[in-house]
């Protein structure tokens, strides 16, 4: 940065060397020439532009072609950063891994493949953060996370945390159960029955010895199986006394 600046500076005190009448014919063109300067410039040339700035406006080369001109800015360009002095103002160029900076020790956005932290930019994020490659940055990870996606969403958790929803538990919330395999939460399922079916025919048992005396059953089916901790089932079939027909007695003996 400061080679081409130097190079510029060389230029200007040109202007006064040589003989006097020499002199006088470049300091006419030199007037001629800093009336066509851009805006900004205290002092130019047409081939170089901008050899000064005016005041608080910060000096940079920018790329013409083959060729680097002067030019007077308000502010640097990406990439650059302001450098105040009190001779001159100029734009410095940020660390090579740095897109744009705040100064040469604090980045504000890195290049493709490192990642801000702290205003430096590197290439891995530290454990209990992850890397956003689109904002290129390291952001830190919900509690108990060990990888996440965004802030408030985790997507693996510490090896002694449950997870659910994006989120690390130490124990699982209400209507959920753990899984220890999995290391997640699922949701509890209680147990369901359907509606009783008919009763069955009126059988007699080998306990009853009373004549024309038996037992009819029915039962219901189970919906849904209940989970490890969810709610148990209730009885599913019932009995009840019956008194046997002598046509189911009939019905028996052929």
């Known amino acids: 940065m400061w080679v081409p600046l ?3 500076i060389l230029n200007l005190v040109s202007l006064s060397k ?6 006088i014919q470049r300091y006419r063109r030199s007037s001629v020439v800093s009336r066509l300067c851009q805006a900004g410039c205290a002092t130019c040339s047409s081939l170089n532009g901008c050899l000064s700035c005016k005041p608080r ?7 013409d072609g083959m060729r680097q001109r002067g030019v007077c800015l308000s502010s640097c360009p990406r990439g650059h950063y302001g450098l105040r002095s009190p001779h001159i103002n100029t734009c410095t160029r940020c660390k090579e891994d740095c897109a744009s900076c705040f100064n040469k020790n604090f980045c504000t ?3 493709p493949g490192h990642f801000l ?3 430096n930019c590197e290439d891995s994020c530290p454990k209990g953060m992850t890397a956003n490659t689109t904002l290129r940055e390291c952001i830190e990870c919900p509690a108990g996370c060990e990888l996440c996606v965004r802030r408030d969403t985790c997507v693996r958790c510490r090896a002694d945390l449950y997870y659910l929803h994006g989120q690390c538990h130490p124990t699982c919330p209400r209507g959920f159960e753990p899984d220890v395999q999995l ?3 699922t949701p509890q399922v209680h147990c369901e029955v359907g509606e009783w079916g008919e009763w069955g025919p009126c ?4 306990s009853i010895r009373a004549y024309r005396r ?18 148990p089932c209730p009885h599913v079939s019932e009995w009840r006394k019956c008194v046997i027909t002598k046509r189911q007695s009939s019905s028996r003996l052929q």
């Open 6 to 8: 130097l190079i510029w």
């Open 18 to 23: 040589g003989q006097d009448g020499t002199k």
């Open 57 to 63: 406006l910060f000096f940079h080369l920018e790329l």
């Open 109 to 111: 956005r890195c290049r």
């Open 117 to 119: 932290l702290r205003g």
């Open 183 to 185: 290391m997640q939460c």
């Open 203 to 206: 059988l007699r048992k080998g």
């Open 214 to 231: 038996g037992q009819e059953t029915r039962t219901r089916d189970v919906l849904y199986v209940p989970s490890v901790y969810g709610d």
